[in-house]
T-cell receptor
Framework: NAGVMQNPRHLVRRRGQEARLRCSPM?????VYWYRQLPEEGLKFMVY????????ESGMPKERFSAEFPKEGPSILRIQQVVRGDSAAYFC???????????FGQGTRLTVV | DAKTTQPPSMDCAEGRAANLPCNHS???????VYWYRQIHSQGPQYIIH???NNETNEMASLIITEDRKSSTLILPHATLRDTAVYYC??????????????FGEGTQLTVNP
């Protein structure tokens, strides 16, 4: 029973490029959450998705960031035109139902050079 | 979600019980207490949660005071691998927030040999 899988584990992008982070939830989980952890800071909620729907995106930056969770395939967090300030660890969590405990992946560490 | 207060750091000797306190004096009747930990920038790991009764699982015990204004996470026999940042999170289960978590600063627990 595999846990939440995130890939890549490490991603290096030059300023202005696009970053795509993938998250495959645990089997049977249809709820996905993305969090960001800036260096030396705490985890901050970004977005909550259920299959094909964005439920809560109150933590998403207004520009350049988007997320999707299609009917088939992993959830994608997309960052367009990356800047140095986007360098962080991005964690995905999943849960089987709306109000059950969420389980986290190991994260993707994005470095913008 | 109710705000929580935790000591920034604690030390514990290996093999002894680690008791991590959390104050949540503004907790509402429908808010749950969750504990997660993050070991050296890995993905957060779910530990335990409860509403008003004490809870125990294979990892830890959760003691919630009768007025629910504070709680204690107990690791009965701490090992070096329990060194981590421990987060106490209080959250309401709602339609829009799902299993969303609001992380504070947490407590850095260091288990010493």
């Amino acid at each position: 029973n595999a846990g939440v899988m995130q890939n890549p584990r490490h991603l290096v992008r030059r300023r202005g490029q696009e970053a795509r982070l993938r998250c495959s939830p645990m089997k049977g989980h249809s709820h996905v959450y993305w969090y960001r952890q800036l260096p030396e800071e705490g985890l901050k909620f970004m977005v909550y998705l259920q299959k094909e729907n964005i439920i809560d995106e109150s933590g998403m930056p207004k520009e350049r960031f988007s997320a999707e969770f299609p009917k088939e395939g992993p959830s994608i967090l997309r960052i367009q035109q990356v800047v140095r300030g986007d360098s962080a660890a991005y964690f995905c969590a999943s849960s089987p139902a709306k109000n059950t405990e969420a389980f986290f992946g190991q994260g993707t560490r994005l470095t913008v050079v | 979600d109710a705000k929580t207060t935790q000591p920034p750091s604690m030390d514990c000797a290996e093999g002894r019980a680690a008791n991590l306190p959390c104050n949540h004096s503004t907790i509402s009747g429908n808010e749950y207490v969750y504990w997660y930990r993050q070991i050296h920038s890995q993905g957060p790991q779910y530990i335990i949660h409860g509403l008003k009764n004490n809870e125990t699982n294979e990892m830890a015990s959760l003691i919630i005071t009768e007025d629910r204004k504070s709680s204690t996470l107990i690791l009965p026999h701490a090992t070096l691998r329990d060194t981590a940042v421990y987060y106490c999170i209080v959250r309401v289960r709602s339609e829009t927030s799902g299993s969303r978590l609001t992380f504070g600063e947490g407590t850095q627990l260091t288990v010493n040999p």
